[in-house]
């Protein structure tokens, strides 16, 4: 039967920037395997499939995937899901601003978005906290991964670190700009590193002052050799900031900059709230932009 797809970029309020996806809208019927296979097709770095949701109050449930593998929760497509529902739902004559729940398999993301024309603004509360997994390999390993010195490896108080807030991610702390520019994946030392995870790096960015930071983030292993904006390991990062940052109670508002150096510039919003030392709640937002619509006839 043919189905829609749409594709939007996502993290930008600019077409041909940010992170590009594809979201399938009759999603219904396609089986695991068939769901790869369109991923593999369309290969970007996620493909959303979109379903009725289990619980009748929320608005859809999504199944997301790499061009090799089924993801339970990603930044960019929920999103991009959740603004084009909302592009949708405004082309019917409803509110303008909406608040509604994303099925993943992490959970369900509560989302509030503001349509506009061809585009919209968003953000969504993550349903699970960042998980600390432990320190990271040892500062030489890391700098022979990523093709630089180990001197380049660190700043201030951060060092290599993991986290997971859905996919589990190696944080890496660079110590200037032009190390971030430099980095690149060393296939032959990349197994020194131990469990396969995807490698975010991130610097202080010099352009901005504040909790703002440019990053990069790496995951051959899943087919994604570089992405442009990377909205799971945002949430993560919240467990970066809280590990290494000397951070108070209340809200803290972070921004990450990604997809620089590949020509795709991204923005994320991270919003923390602590309250009595403790990380109580992450929501990222952004923006994201249609881009193209058709139909699928497989």
Do not use: W
Not at 128 to 135: F, K, S
Not at 198 to 207: G, I, K, M, P, R
Not at 257 to 265: E, I, N, T, W
């Amino acid at each position: 039967m043919p189905r829609r797809f749409v594709t939007l970029d996502v993290f930008t309020d600019t077409a041909l920037t940010g992170n590009p996806l594809a979201v399938v809208l009759d999603a219904e019927g396609l089986d695991t395997a068939a769901m790869q296979a369109l991923a593999a097709e369309f290969n970007l770095s996620e493909t959303v499939f979109v379903l009725p949701p289990e619980a009748s109050r929320h608005r859809a449930r999504m199944r997301i995937f790499t061009p090799t593998s089924e993801l339970p929760f990603a930044g960019h497509p929920t999103l991009g899901t959740a603004i084009l529902l909302a592009l949708r739902d405004q082309r019917a004559g409803l509110a303008d601003a909406m608040a509604f729940g994303l099925e993943a398999s992490l959970g369900t993301l509560a989302c509030v978005v503001e349509p506009g024309d061809g585009r919209g603004t968003g953000r969504f509360k993550m349903p699970v906290l960042p998980e600390y997994l432990g320190e990271g390999p040892e500062t030489s390993l890391v700098a022979a991964a990523l093709g630089l010195e180990p001197g380049e490896i660190g700043f201030a108080r951060h060092v290599p670190s993991r986290h997971r807030a859905g996919p589990a991610f190696l944080f890496v702390p660079l110590a200037s700009q032009a190390a971030l520019d430099r980095a690149r994946m060393v296939a032959a030392a990349l197994g020194d590193l131990g469990p396969p995870a995807a490698l975010y790096c991130y610097t202080l960015d010099a352009e901005e002052v504040g909790h703002r930071y440019q990053a990069r983030m790496f995951a051959p292993h899943i087919g994604v050799p570089e992405d442009p904006a990377t909205g799971s390991a945002a949430a993560a990062f919240a467990g970066v900031m809280m590990q290494f940052e000397p951070l108070g109670d209340g809200e803290h508002d972070i921004v990450l900059r990604q997809g620089v150096a590949m020509g795709r510039p991204s923005t994320i919003g991270v919003q923390l709230v602590i309250d009595a030392g403790a990380l109580r709640s992450v929501e990222i937002s952004g923006a994201a932009v249609l881009v193209s619509e058709g139909t699928l006839l497989v």
